[in-house]
């Protein structure tokens, strides 16, 4: 059974360390854009990797496939290098 969680706990998960890990889309689009429902998150930084050329270039150096549910590591670095941490 699912709970709510307690305000404490969320704060702390505001604190926690941003860590290069592989990370679900659904999961780093919701880092970045928090206050809007997954698909429209998702479809946002679909468009922000779109909209610059240089990331867009290096993903795809890198083999990303815009198909694939999840980003490497290595997909999450370049991600934080041009658009920041979430």
């Given at each position: 059974?699912?709970?709510?969680?307690?305000?404490?706990?969320?704060?702390?998960?505001?604190?926690?360390?941003?860590?290069?890990?592989?990370?679900?889309?659904?999961?780093?689009?919701?880092?970045?854009?928090?206050?809007?429902?997954v698909t429209?998150?998702?479809?946002?930084?679909?468009?922000?990797?779109?909209?610059?050329?240089?990331?867009a270039a290096?993903?795809?150096?890198?083999?990303?496939?815009?198909?694939?549910?999840?980003?490497?590591?290595?997909?999450?670095?370049?991600?934080?290098?041009?658009?920041?941490?979430?």
């Amino acid at each position: 059974m699912k709970t709510e969680k307690s305000m404490n706990e969320m704060k702390d998960e505001d604190l926690r360390p941003f860590h290069l890990r592989t990370y679900s889309k659904e999961e780093l689009a919701m880092l970045y854009n928090p206050a809007t429902p997954v698909t429209n998150a998702i479809g946002t930084l679909a468009k922000w990797i779109r909209g610059n050329k240089a990331l867009a270039a290096e993903l795809a150096a890198v083999g990303y496939n815009r198909y694939r549910r999840s980003f490497t590591p290595l997909e999450v670095s370049l991600l934080v290098k041009y658009l920041g941490e979430p």
